[in-house]
């Protein structure tokens, strides 16, 4: 199975910054989708912004010019860097993660795995 494991959330005032990062580990054959997703206490979970294994990114209308999504392919590894938070952005943030992974006996099958959950708080 595909483990992920995700850090960096925290508490911030309102206009300042996090990194959060989500670390992909497992038999994994290949990564083609990795996104982040929150959710705020009685909200549905939303799609924060979402990047491919080429690099193609999608955004939240919300987060555009503020979030920046970006991936380390070599290390499995996709980071989210959230600047001028504000309080509406406060939420449990989830990595999840989509590709191909290697079972046993050579058999790949697809995945789709989520990680723990993060709580990103800011403050007014």
């Known amino acids: 199975q595909v483990q992920l494991v995700e850090s960096g959330g925290g508490l911030v005032q309102a206009g300042g910054s996090l990194r959060l990062s989500c670390a992909a580990s497992?038999?994994?054959?290949?990564?083609?989708?990795m996104g982040w997703y929150r959710q705020a206490p009685g909200k549905q979970r939303e799609l924060v912004a979402a990047i491919t294994s080429d690099g193609s990114t999608n955004y939240a209308d919300s987060v555009k010019g503020r979030f920046t999504i970006s991936r380390d392919n070599a290390k499995n590894t996709v980071y989210l860097q959230m600047n001028s938070l504000k309080p509406e952005d406060t939420a449990v943030y989830t990595c999840?993660?989509?590709?191909?992974?290697?079972?046993?006996?050579?058999?790949?099958?697809?995945?789709?795995?989520w990680g723990q959950g993060t709580q990103v708080t800011v403050s007014s």
């Open positions: 999840n993660a989509e590709g191909i992974e290697a079972t046993g006996r050579g058999i790949l099958s697809d995945f789709g795995s």
């Open positions: 497992g038999s994994i054959f290949s990564i083609n989708v």
